[in-house]
T-cell receptor, first 109, second 116 residues
Framework: GQSLEQPSEVTAVEGAIVQMNCTYQ??????LSWYQQHDGGAPTFLSY????GLEETGRFSSFLSRSDSYGYLLLQELQMKDSASYFC??????????FGKGTRLHILP | DSGVTQTPKHLITATGQRVTLRCSPR?????VYWYQQSLDQGLQFLIQYYNGEERAKGNILERFSAQQFPDLHSELNLSSLELGDSALYFC???????????????FGNGTRLTVT
């Protein structure tokens, strides 16, 4: 089968750094994506990794290790507006884009 | 604004009924995806269409069906509704099927379905 595992919740302090992990098991692999979803809102794309290593976009970085079937999203200089759910997603060989259940990020002032 | 339009925003209906959810993709996007999100759950992949043809199928119930029309808008039909079908239904679009490129999905604001 195919599955993605993410911690259900993470809590961090404003201004700090937080890492949210994702492990996956899928038939075929075409890359790991991350999406952000605020309560009541639509998911929005954050980043994509097809190859091993770190991709950086401003305060957001995403890492992938294909050999470990593992990735993470790193958020720096946390702001209150970063409070949201974060989903990892993989595209498999059947062209299905499968999402994890998401990590809800709580930020304390 | 993602450019993806979903209607209606809210839908309240009774068990046993049938409803149709509509999605217009971003201009130029040929792929449409449907997802179901229940309370505190992730996004469950239902079905994908590309340029009018079914491309991939997920855990979509037999009571559910979808299609993509020549103008590329898509409709998701839910019939014999049950209480458990209450959820947020998202449509997303991308230019191509994923195996051509890895363009991100652009999501609409969803249709919140409540079955009473």
């Amino acid at each position: 089968g195919q599955s993605l595992e993410q911690p259900s919740e993470v809590t961090a302090v404003e201004g700090a750094i937080v890492q949210m992990n994702c492990t996956y098991q899928t038939s075929g692999f075409y890359g790991l994506s991350w999406y952000q979803q605020h309560d009541g809102g639509a998911p929005t794309f954050l980043s994509y990794n097809a190859l091993d290593g770190l991709e950086e976009t401003g305060r957001f970085s995403s890492f992938l290790s294909r050999s470990d079937s593992y990735g993470y999203l790193l958020l720096q200089e946390l702001q209150m507006k970063d409070s949201a759910s974060y989903f990892c997603a993989v595209r498999n060989r059947d062209d299905k884009i499968i999402f994890g259940k998401g990590t809800r990020l709580h930020i304390l002032p | 604004d993602s450019g993806v339009t979903q209607t209606p925003k809210h839908l309240i209906t009774a068990t046993g009924q049938r409803v149709t959810l509509r999605c217009s993709p971003r201009s130029g996007d040929l792929s449409v995806y449907w997802y179901q999100q229940s309370l505190d759950q992730g996004l469950q992949f239902l079905i994908q269409y590309y340029n009018g043809e079914e491309r991939a199928k997920g855990n979509i119930l037999e009571r559910f069906s979808a299609q993509q029309f020549p103008d590329l808008h898509s409709e998701l039909n839910l019939s014999s509704l049950e209480l458990g079908d209450s959820a947020l239904y998202f449509c997303a679009s991308s230019p191509h099927p994923g195996t051509v490129d890895n363009s991100p999905l652009h999501f609409g604001n969803g249709t919140r379905l409540t079955v009473t």
